[in-house]
């Protein structure tokens, strides 16, 4: 599933393309909004919450849509090849000069923008919320803190404690500070996981790269994330992978034995 720096860039750029233009075509190809054309209306903004996409449009509606694994939004020029199949797209959404087209999106849904809070209200703060301050900060912390026996990877993962973080980043938190992702919230500092989250999030959030070492050298971008077999970029152990969670949660994450003590399932 996309990080929320990878959101967060989409819904810019679509912004970019989108924002303050009429659509000559608004085709959405979903059961429930199949019969919908928002062509002739304009487009307010475009902007995340978490990994949420909203475009906005000025009669007061709002299209939302969720990447989820494989999803993704392209822009084009008119006339322009597209690079998916037809049979993927979900969403055409098209001015004079730029055509933007979903593929395999999910949860589709057009919404009042004054009832957005319904898919998006229990959501923990947005990383990348453009106001981040203190006071977020600290509401993340909080929810971070309020289990302190939960693994801490999971907890990360967890959007309703601060949205935006997804497998990369709880993998390259847990290494950071210095824990395994099996270890209780209670071993780390929330505070200071709430910050690295933030700060990793925001270095790569206008770039479609995703840097947490600050190199951008390939075999050196990251420090533990899919990086299993390889040497640790700090002690020259070897890098880990394990599966993590059950069920929906369950992902695979990566750690360095060395560097990051504490359980291993």
């Avoid at 919404?111 to 990348?128: F, I, W």
């Avoid at 919320?129 to 912390?141: G, I, R, Y």
Wanted: charge should be positive; aromatic fraction near 6%; charged fraction near 20%.
């Amino acid at each position: 599933m996309p990080e929320g720096d990878t959101v967060f860039l989409t819904a810019h750029r679509l912004h970019d393309a989108l924002a303050g233009n009429t659509l000559t075509r608004g085709e959405i190809r979903h059961p429930s909004l199949s019969t919908v054309d928002l062509a002739g209306r304009v487009v307010a903004g475009v902007g995340s919450v978490g990994k949420h996409i909203l475009t906005r449009l000025e009669d007061g509606l709002s299209l939302h849509s969720h990447l989820r694994m494989d999803g993704s939004w392209h822009l084009y020029r008119p006339g322009e090849s597209w690079r998916r199949p037809s049979h993927q797209i979900r969403a055409i959404l098209s001015t004079s000069d730029r055509v933007a087209v979903g593929f395999l999106l999910h949860d589709l849904e057009l919404l009042p923008t004054a009832e957005e809070s319904r898919l998006v209200g229990h959501l923990g703060p947005d990383l990348l919320h453009p106001d981040w301050d203190a006071d977020m900060a600290a509401e993340a912390t909080r929810r971070l803190a309020a289990d302190p026996s939960r693994q801490i990877g999971l907890a990360l993962l967890d959007q309703r404690v601060m949205a935006g973080v997804g497998n990369l980043y709880k993998a390259e938190v847990c290494f950071l500070l210095g824990v395994s992702p099996w270890s209780p919230v209670s071993a780390a500092d929330p505070a200071r996981a709430v910050a690295l989250s933030h700060k990793l999030l925001l270095r790569n959030a206008w770039r479609p790269e995703q840097s947490t070492t600050g190199e951008l050298a390939r075999g050196r971008q990251h420090f533990v994330y899919e990086r299993q077999g390889k040497r640790c970029l700090r002690c020259g152990h070897t890098i880990v992978r394990a599966v993590q969670g059950s069920g929906l949660q369950q992902r695979p994450t990566w750690y360095c034995p060395h560097c990051q003590p504490g359980p291993t399932s």
